[in-house]
């Protein structure tokens, strides 16, 4: 099975797609919500743990990270 994460900015294309992909009955479509989305409680307490154990030298800066990928 493959799973595919799809960012479209345009919604009428969005909407276009998802009518086209619902035709086809190979394919499921699943649209996801940050409603949908579920961080079970294990994962959320690695991420608490992981921050907390953080040091200032851990991060850095947004607009350093971003600019990296020109």
């Known amino acids: 099975m493959t799973q595919l994460l799809l960012d479209i900015q345009d ?3 969005t909407n276009k797609l998802l009518e086209f992909l619902k035709t086809l ?3 499921r479509v ?3 919500s940050e409603e ?3 961080v079970s ?3 959320k307490n690695l991420m608490r743990e992981r921050l907390k154990n953080a040091k200032a030298e851990d991060f850095k800066d947004w607009d350093d990270v971003m600019h990296s990928f020109d």
């Open 11 to 13: 919604e009428s294309k």
């Open 25 to 27: 009955n190979y394919i």
């Open 30 to 32: 699943h649209q996801l």
């Open 36 to 38: 949908n989305v579920i």
């Open 41 to 43: 409680e294990s994962e």
